[in-house]
């Protein structure tokens, strides 16, 4: 049975790439600009847009690279405590990395369906 990621985290990596370059992963840096932050219904918006992908999808505080969350739970998400102006980072590893993480900063840029 192929190793189809890390169940803890729900994020899937290749254990033995052949390379460096065999390895790839998609990222992109953005700042929340809702006003209230990244609280449970611009979250799950969020989240609704992430679970569209196959991928794994990983984000973080800029310069946070140690707590990394699994973008497709809510949970870990709100832990991140998100607020207004925060930097962050999204990181994808898959078949549609590019269009989840470019996608989700989309969406981040947007508003989340708030008022800026």
């Known amino acids: 049975?192929?190793?189809t990621g890390d169940r803890r985290s729900?994020?899937?990596f290749r254990r033995y790439p052949k390379s460096e370059e065999d390895f790839t992963v998609y990222q992109k840096s953005t700042v929340i600009v809702n006003p209230s932050g990244l609280h449970a219904r611009p979250a799950s918006e969020f989240i609704a847009v992430?679970?569209?992908?196959?991928?794994?999808?990983?984000?973080?505080?800029?310069?946070?690279?140690?707590?990394?969350?699994?973008?497709?739970?809510?949970?870990?998400?709100?832990?991140?405590?998100?607020?207004?102006?925060?930097?962050?980072?999204?990181?994808?590893?898959?078949?549609?990395?590019?269009?989840?993480?470019?996608s989700l900063v989309a969406a981040i840029n947007s508003g989340l369906g708030e008022q800026q």
């Open 1 to 3: 049975m192929p190793d």
């Open 10 to 12: 729900g994020y899937p």
């Open 50 to 102: 992430a679970k569209k992908f196959s991928s794994g999808i990983r984000v973080w505080k800029a310069g946070e690279e140690n707590k990394k969350s699994n973008a497709k739970s809510i949970i870990s998400l709100l832990s991140l405590a998100l607020k207004k102006g925060t930097p962050v980072v999204i990181e994808a590893s898959g078949d549609d990395e590019k269009e989840a993480v470019d």
